[in-house]
């Protein structure tokens, strides 16, 4: 049985929270009593509450966007976010909250069921990017921010902003959508669920009661794998790795049968190999399965439409945006161009002032972290236009 760490331990030290002292319901029926919702916080709020800016996590991320004097690890949009970045904390009051369902901070299956007296694991009810969207208002109303003067929202937080958006109309006056869908396209629907599939099919899943000290991390590090090929692009790949062989040290890759004694035959395996081992590795130690589970579910449950009875052009009018910025990426296989200029145009027909904007790169959907300097000048010309 494969061990690792308690990945509700893994909450970076500039964490705040929001405790409710009411029932959290869901949109499936249940309630949660003693939620918590972690956030953190950059910048300082205008004596007028107008310079509020939420930054949406993808499915993976914590809320540790950037660097702090509560916080001085690098986070995953370093450079994005910061004094003189293109989100400026100089001038923009930054917050970025954990997603319910997750496991840095937020209440989520990891988390302990103080009435039961057992982790949720599989009990947890069901999420929904409805449900997350409404834990962000719990800190917003907390914050006493009625008002979020602009949304970043790349990935799957494009869909928690727009479901925010929809929900509380006027609440989000202007917003920047990267890499991110009004609904997730049969293909990526595939995809994500191989990838649940295949944690599921891990002999230590246990119906997703596993307990702490006993992950499915076979599964686990096979479907991270299986999105890491997702979120990059051949092109890229072929360019960085090609058929480059690297020392094998059999200890570390996850591999048998006749590709093992290739391997210990030649001492080499494929780089790309390695690499996938690598994240994979790294992600399984701070990660849990069932969270992984919930919000790529969520991701794919999704449809804005279902907010503006069955219109997405309806379901934008009811959003109140004044402006919004939206940039794909070409190599992007998840979330494809097609999906962006579909949102653009939506807005557009909704009567708001849209802009949309192809990014060059061969990064494929993780282009905004990996390639984040391309967007660096359009974030600044929408920033500053506001």
């Given at each position: 049985?494969?061990?690792?760490?308690?990945?509700?331990?893994?909450?970076?030290?500039?964490?705040?929270?929001?405790?409710?002292?009411?029932?959290?319901?869901?949109?499936?029926?249940?309630?949660?009593?003693?939620?918590?919702?972690?956030?953190?916080?950059?910048?300082?709020?205008?004596?007028?509450?107008?310079?509020?800016?939420?930054?949406?996590?993808?499915?993976?991320?914590?809320?540790?966007?950037?660097?702090?004097?509560?916080?001085?690890?690098?986070?995953?949009?370093?450079?994005?976010?910061?004094?003189g970045?293109?989100?400026?904390?100089?001038?923009?009051?930054?917050?970025?909250?954990?997603?319910?369902?997750s496991?840095?901070?937020?209440?989520?299956?990891?988390?302990v069921?103080?009435?039961?007296?057992?982790?949720?694991?599989?009990?947890?009810?069901?999420?929904?990017?409805?449900?997350?969207a409404?834990?962000?208002?719990?800190?917003?109303?907390?914050?006493?921010?009625?008002?979020l003067?602009?949304?970043?929202?790349?990935?799957?937080?494009?869909?928690?902003?727009?479901?925010?958006?929809?929900?509380?109309?006027?609440?989000?006056?202007?917003?920047?959508?990267?890499?991110?869908?009004?609904?997730?396209?049969?293909?990526?629907?595939?995809?994500?669920?191989?990838?649940?599939?295949?944690i599921?099919?891990d002999?230590?899943?246990?119906?997703?009661?596993?307990?702490?000290?006993?992950?499915?991390?076979?599964?686990?590090k096979l479907a991270?794998?299986?999105?890491?090929?997702?979120?990059?692009?051949?092109?890229?790949?072929?360019t960085?790795?090609?058929?480059?062989?690297v020392?094998?040290?059999?200890?570390?890759?996850?591999?048998?049968?006749?590709?093992?004694?290739?391997?210990?035959?030649?001492?080499?395996?494929?780089?790309?190999?390695?690499?996938?081992?690598?994240?994979?590795?790294?992600?399984?130690s701070?990660?849990?399965?069932?969270?992984?589970?919930?919000?790529?579910?969520?991701?794919?449950?999704?449809?804005?439409?279902?907010?503006?009875?069955?219109?997405?052009r309806?379901?934008?009018?009811?959003?109140?945006?004044q402006?919004?910025?939206?940039?794909?990426?070409?190599?992007?296989?998840?979330?494809?161009?097609?999906?962006?200029?579909?949102l653009?145009?939506?807005?557009?027909?909704?009567?708001?002032?849209?802009?949309?904007?192809?990014?060059?790169?061969?990064?494929?959907?993780?282009?905004?972290?990996?390639?984040?300097?391309?967007?660096?000048?359009?974030?600044?010309?929408?920033?500053?236009?506001?």
């Open positions: 049985m494969a061990k690792r760490k308690n990945p509700t331990l893994s909450i970076p030290p500039a964490t705040q929270f929001v405790r409710l002292s009411e029932l959290f319901h869901f949109r499936d029926g249940q309630s949660i009593a003693d939620m918590r919702i972690a956030y953190e916080t950059w910048g300082k709020l205008s004596a007028r509450k107008d310079n509020a800016l939420m930054v949406f996590t993808g499915m993976s991320p914590s809320a540790h966007v950037a660097a702090s004097e509560a916080d001085n690890a690098l986070g995953w949009w370093e450079g994005m976010v910061g004094s970045c293109p989100i400026d904390t100089d001038r923009w009051f930054v917050i970025c909250v954990n997603p319910i369902g496991c840095f901070g937020s209440t989520g299956p990891p988390s069921d103080n009435k039961a007296r057992r982790l949720y694991g599989s009990h947890f009810p069901l999420v929904t990017v409805e449900d997350i409404n834990g962000i208002v719990c800190v917003l109303d907390e914050l006493n921010i009625d008002v003067k602009i949304a970043m929202a790349p990935s799957m937080g494009g869909s928690t902003a727009m479901a925010l958006s929809a929900m509380n109309p006027g609440r989000v006056q202007n917003a920047i959508f990267i890499s991110c869908a009004m609904a997730a396209s049969p293909f990526s629907i595939a995809l994500r669920s191989l990838q649940r599939e295949i599921r099919a002999p230590v899943w246990s119906g997703g009661d596993y307990g702490l000290d006993k992950q499915p991390v076979t599964g686990m991270r794998k299986l999105g890491m090929a997702t979120y990059r692009s051949p092109k890229e790949w072929q960085r790795f090609n058929r480059k062989r020392p094998f040290d059999g200890d570390n890759l996850d591999i048998s049968g006749p590709q093992n004694r290739t391997s210990q035959l030649t001492g080499k395996i494929f780089e790309v190999e390695a690499y996938l081992q690598a994240r994979a590795d790294d992600f399984v701070r990660f849990d399965a069932n969270s992984y589970l919930q919000l790529s579910r969520a991701l794919d449950l999704f449809d804005f439409s279902e907010h503006g009875e069955g219109s997405f309806k379901a934008i009018e009811k959003t109140q945006w402006n919004v910025a939206v940039m794909g990426v070409a190599t992007d296989l998840l979330f494809p161009l097609w999906q962006q200029q579909n653009a145009e939506s807005a557009d027909r909704a009567g708001v002032k849209a802009t949309y904007r192809e990014i060059v790169s061969d990064k494929g959907h993780d282009a905004f972290l990996s390639d984040r300097k391309l967007f660096y000048p359009h974030v600044k010309r929408f920033m500053k236009s506001l």
